[in-house]
């Protein structure tokens, strides 16, 4: 059915928690997850038993910057390296950029309607649970 929402739903965020939370689980290692809609607000957030309480705001950040910048955080970190035309960015909107990776934005139709933010792990495991979450989503 195609989707006639413009932005990620409750019901899309739930989807994309549980498969972020097996993925998680296959790494054997707690993790914090959040997912935002298409204004870049918080849509449903996941805090596994023993999660980092550091990782609370990065996973959300992550979400935020995904979105606020319709690019993968992991991207950013690349174009914010000294010499890169993004350099300094993570000082920008009071510092809550995060700009390594772990914050993929969600498509559908080609259209930007949210974005998911995964930390706790190394990077890759954190681009890895953010993946995950986006597989799970029918867009």
């Known amino acids: 059915m195609p989707r006639t929402c413009d932005?990620?739903?409750?019901?899309?965020?739930?989807?994309?928690?549980?498969?972020?939370?097996?993925?998680?689980?296959?790494?054997?290692?707690?993790?914090?997850?959040?997912?935002?809609?298409a204004g870049g607000h918080l849509v449903a957030f996941l805090r596994q038993d023993g999660?980092?309480?550091?990782?609370?705001?990065?996973?959300?950040?992550?979400?935020?910057?995904?979105?606020?910048?319709?690019?993968a955080t992991s991207d950013l970190a690349t174009l914010a390296q000294s010499g890169k035309p993004l350099f300094g960015i993570q000082e920008s909107n009071a510092g809550k950029v995060v700009i390594f990776g772990g914050g993929i934005p969600i498509l559908s139709g080609g259209n930007i309607i949210g974005a998911v933010g995964?930390?706790?792990?190394?990077?890759?495991?954190?681009?890895?649970?953010a993946e995950a979450a986006l597989a799970a989503l029918v867009v």
């Open 7 to 37: 932005t990620v739903t409750l019901e899309d965020a739930k989807q994309m928690l549980s498969a972020a939370e097996a993925k998680a689980a296959s790494l054997g290692i707690p993790y914090c997850v959040a997912v935002v809609d």
């Open 51 to 71: 999660a980092l309480i550091g990782s609370i705001d990065l996973a959300i950040d992550k979400a935020v910057t995904a979105r606020m910048f319709d690019k």
């Open 118 to 129: 995964a930390s706790a792990g190394t990077v890759e495991q954190d681009i890895a649970v």
